[in-house]
């Protein structure tokens, strides 16, 4: 299933007890970069087609809005803990960037350092988004979604 948006537009996927927004990264030659516990940096090299994913558990539009501003507009790292960090029990926005993002409501905080794994609520899991040059392909249907105004 395709759904195109533009690069002004925000794609909210909404599942019975989590949402996730999703946003093109808009521009070309962008890089990411990726803080670890480990004291590493690691950058990644984005094309403008790419996405940013935000899952979030509240179902709250405007903190997924906020993290994927964050990302593209200011250039926010990504910091990735370990899964032993207690901070992982209580994330409740998570993202991923780049050009394939798939939902998953069963993972383990900090073991998916390939950052194309999102956790999503249950009725989102198994859901994979493939970036298209004008939007995403779902690998299934999938009819509760909006496309809003980023």
């Known amino acids: 299933m395709k759904i195109d948006f533009k690069n002004d537009e925000i794609l909210f996927l909404e599942g019975e007890t989590g949402i996730v927004g999703v946003v093109k990264v808009a521009y070309e030659d962008k890089m990411l970069f990726i803080a670890t516990q480990d004291n ?10 790419d996405i940013i994913a935000v899952s979030n558990f509240k179902k709250d ?37 780049g050009d394939q993002v798939n939902l998953n409501c069963n993972i383990t905080p900090g073991t998916h350092p390939e950052q194309n794994v999102l956790c ?16 995403v392909e779902l690998n299934r249907d999938f009819d509760d979604y909006t496309i809003e105004k980023f």
Do not use: M, W
Request: proline share 3%; net charge negative.
């Open 61 to 97: 539009k405007r903190a997924i809005r906020s993290q994927a501003y964050l990302s593209r507009e200011e250039s926010s790292p990504l910091v990735i803990l370990n899964k032993d960090h207690p901070s992982t029990k209580r994330l409740e926005t998570v993202i991923s960037i």
């Open 120 to 135: 999503s609520c249950d009725s989102l899991s198994g859901l994979e988004i493939t970036k298209t040059a004008t939007g």
């Open 40 to 49: 590493e940096e690691i950058v990644q090299f984005l094309e403008s087609d």
